[in-house]
Nanobody, 116 residues
Framework: QVQLVESGGDFVQAGGSLRLSCARS????????MGWYRQAPGKQRELVAV???????NYADSVKGRFAISTDSAKNTVYLQMNSLKPEDTDVYYC??????????WGQGTQVTVSP
């Protein structure tokens, strides 16, 4: 059983920084990606950043240059460093693991609120 637990969401003023963490438990025996999504009420969940199976990082245009995704060497934890936060970054952020068979695992979500 794969489980993901996020932490690090908080209230922060515009221009501030936060680091989100996602701890993974359970074994995955096929290639997979790890990433972060975010979702506001009534809106579609959108990709924020992802580390591909080739260990490259992809970012949404809206966060490029401000956010950085990383993992530890064992890929037990994925981080999202968020700098220069803007009010439009306010969302629930979800950790994601997607396997080569397109099976998704999700964390419970962590709230990020950026005040103007």
């Amino acid at each position: 059983q794969v489980q993901l637990v996020e932490s690090g969401g908080d209230f922060v003023q515009a221009g501030g920084s936060l680091r989100l963490s996602c701890a993974r438990s359970g074994s995955i025996f096929i290639p997979y990606t790890m990433g972060w999504y975010r979702q506001a009420p009534g809106k579609q969940r959108e990709l924020v950043a992802v580390i591909t199976t080739r260990d490259s990082a992809n970012y949404a245009d809206s966060v490029k240059g401000r956010f950085a995704i990383s993992t530890d060497s064992a890929k037990n934890t994925v981080y999202l460093q968020m700098n220069s936060l803007k009010p439009e970054d306010t969302d629930v952020y979800y950790c994601n693991v997607r396997t080569a068979l397109d099976i998704d695992y999700w964390g419970q979500g962590t709230q990020v609120t950026v005040s103007p």
